[in-house]
């Protein structure tokens, strides 16, 4: 017992101590090898930080074609500056265009609004001019135009072209409507007076209305110049009228030849009225003339009946009294659905024209309509008549001309609702019956004499010529002779000959001077006998009886 007690607290000392061992906390020592990965970990924080707010936004574009554009090589710029590039291209979901995705530059954000526009710049040539020369060798870019809008934005619809006019620029916004075949495009200037003061920014085809519908912008100060009554037109460059006044040609400026456009203004005889207003609405005319015409809308119809022919005649043209312009012709010929021919037993030609009191030549009388009818019932009844007339003889075209005329009776009628203008037959008619009836006269001529006789003269003729013919020849066989051949050289021979003789008398030659002493001599006889001549002459008989001596004697007169 001694022994195991001895020994037990030995075991427990033993047990105690490896209970002490284990209990002991562990220490944790952190290696220096960890400082490399913990140091690139905070360096690739801190790269990710810059970059995210070193980047601008990223904004989406959607395009009916891509073409042209690259990933990572096309660009965005404002004023030429860049400020974003294109990261990605691809179709759209409904593979109806193309979406381009665009990451900006920092600090562009309030760049992109909701008015802001971008379009594709790259080579074009059309009738404004030939522009984007720049990006042949560069590549074509993306344009955008600020907005001035509060509401940013981040997808935008990118355009084909540039816009016509800026957002920010001062001016009116009009519209125009036109049912003609117009060749207007986006872009076409407006020109007042020959500058230029705005331009198209749209041309839409309304298929309810059938009609062209354009928004024009006119830019400050020309845009106070539009009033209410203001009136647009084509301005084509090339100005061809044909009508019964004549040819009319006007030509503008090489641009308005090749460009095109429309101009405006306003017609001197009327009020300019208030200023036009953003959205106002204005008809597009084909051109002046045709603005003119509008203006007179107020107007009392008549239907004519005329005997004569209505080739020439169409409708707009002219009505007229002794050369001033009252009316035009509204419809050539003009037959209602219920027109009675049983009526018009000689099938005279209804035209319908209209009486314009708005025109300069009847603004004298200010009358109602119903003035206007009671008085030109009045001057029905005094003899007023219509007729047609040759407007141009070159075109062919005619007009319809006003006159009294004297013993003229008149009935009234209407057709319709429009009563009848009295007509009476055109001068056409009697020319055409006056060439009637020469022609008459020119078929009942006896031609066979005539054609004798000039079959006669014919035969005269022919046998002249062969006369002629025949001393022609005869001039021949004498100008082939040798002895005619041999003339002009003995002519030759002979001036020569004469020339030499000439020469001999020439001053100094010994037969000059010879001659000169021969005339000398001569001269001293003349000298000599110039006493004995004025002798013989004052007294013929002196040679016989000698000079007298003195004067003859004078008798006395008788006592």
Known sequence: MTDDADNQPTREGTDTAHQAVISRPRRWRIS???????????????????NVISK???????????????????????????VGHVTDVHLADDYQGAVVTVQMDPDTGPLLVDDSRFWIVKPRVGRQGISGLGTILSGAYIQLQPGSSDTEKRRFTVRDSAPAIST?????????????????????????QGQTVGQIESADFNVDAKRMDYHIFIRE???????????FWLRSGVDFHLGSDGVDVQLGSIQSVLAGGVTFGTPDDVTPGSQASNGDRYELYATRNAATQDRYDHKIEYVILLDDSVRGLSAGAPVEYRGLRIGTVEEVPYFREDFDFKRFSNFKIPVLVAIEPQRPANAWADWTDRQWRDNLQKFFNNGLRATIKSGNLLTGSTFIDTQFEKNATYQASTIGQYPVFPSVP???????????????????IDVR????????????????????????????????DSDTRALPGEVRQSLAEMQNTLQSFQQGAPAYREFNRTMDRLNRVLDDAAPLTRTLRNAPNALIFGPPDGDDPIPKAAR
């Not at 055109?426 to 009942?444: E, F, G, P, W, Y």
């Not at 005539?450 to 025949?470: G, S, Y």
């Open 32 to 50: 220096p090898v960890w400082l490399i990965p913990l140091g690139a970990a905070l360096i690739g924080a801190w790269l990710i930080y810059q």
């Open 168 to 192: 920010d620029e001062p001016g009116l916004s009009l519209q125009l409507t036109s049912n003609n075949d117009n060749s207007l495009a986006v872009g076409d200037p407006i020109i007042y």
């Open 56 to 82: 601008g936004p990223q904004i989406t574009l959607s395009v009916d074609t891509a073409e042209g554009m690259e990933a990572g090589s096309t660009l965005v710029k404002v004023r030429s500056v860049e």
């Open 221 to 231: 100060p020309f845009s106070t110049l539009v009033t209410h009554t203001t009136q």
């Open 426 to 444: 055109s001068s056409i008619t009697s020319i055409q019956q006056q060439l009637s009836s020469l022609m008459d006269r020119l078929n009942a």
């Open 449 to 480: 004499p005539i054609v004798d006789d000039l079959k006669h003269t014919l035969d005269t003729t022919n046998a002249t010529l062969d006369e002629m013919h025949t001393a022609t020849q005869s001039i021949n066989r004498l100008l082939s």
